[in-house]
């Protein structure tokens, strides 16, 4: 570590100190400008899977109240960083005025309830993943029209990994034992699942959420359209989601 970053790591855990000694409002300030730039990071990240239609200046203006909550609620003590910390509370932010703005038409969530549930009842009578053909079967449809409901259905699969695993410790200081049991079992499920993914679909997962790469770096990778990819992205989400609404209707 350079002498250079070891002092700005200093002159923050300095800022923490004080502010939580103080609250003053010119040392939140200092904190604030300190990590804009994290609200900016969500931000691109979240818009990549939003339509395009969705502003990015809206986002990191609703993650900027994000920001500001973390800071108020932060508590050094506890031993997390609070870069992990914010970061919850910006997109919950950020994803909360989407919700509020219902941009997703109902016709839409009409038709990605449908498909999650046919997905969900037909991979688990099958015990494997479901081919597109035999999904197309078992909604009516032609492979054709499959394909283009996929594609319309993209804008209706916003962080859903994250959404799945979220509980209380994510926005609260209180740990409830019984709830850091059930976030476990849902992560393992949730492993178990992507590992039974097709395998394109685990790749597009693996690269999207855990290594942070966007569609089009993703397509680079894979050597196929952007648009496969988003599609890919798609089907991938809406199988996890099938499987992760069973396990996590057993702790209701």
């Known amino acids: 570590m350079t002498d250079c970053s070891q002092s700005q790591i200093d002159e ?59 800071i108020e609620k932060y508590d050094p003590s506890r031993g997390i960083k609070f870069e992990t910390y914010a970061v919850v509370r910006i997109r919950g932010s950020m994803l909360d005025a989407i919700r509020e703005q219902d941009w997703v038409p109902t016709s839409v969530r009409q038709k990605a309830k449908q498909y999650e549930q046919t997905i969900a009842q037909l991979e688990n009578q099958l015990g494997r993943s479901a081919t597109d053909e035999e999904t197309a079967v078992a909604l009516g449809i032609t492979c054709t029209e ?65 290594d942070g790469l966007t569609l089009k770096e993703i397509s680079l990778i894979l050597k196929l359209s952007e648009a496969r990819i988003s599609q890919l992205h798609t089907k991938s989400i809406f199988r996890l989601r099938g499987a992760l609404s069973r396990i996590k209707s057993s702790f209701i």
């Open 146 to 210: 499959l394909y283009a409901l996929i594609n319309q259905l993209n804008a209706s699969t916003i962080i859903p990994l994250e959404e799945f695993t979220k509980t209380e410790t994510s926005s609260n200081h209180i740990i409830n034992p019984s709830n850091h049991i059930e976030v476990e079992e849902v992560k393992h499920a949730l492993a178990k699942a992507i590992d039974k993914l097709p395998e394109k679909e685990k790749i597009v997962v693996s690269l999207y959420y855990y």
């Open 12 to 70: 923050t855990m300095k800022l923490w100190l004080e502010y939580q000694q103080s609250r003053k409002a010119e040392t939140r300030e200092k904190l604030i400008e300190r990590y804009l730039s994290l609200v900016k990071l969500v931000a691109s990240r979240l818009a990549i899977s939003l339509p395009q239609y969705v502003d990015k200046d809206d986002l990191i203006s609703n993650g900027f109240f994000g920001l500001l909550d973390a």
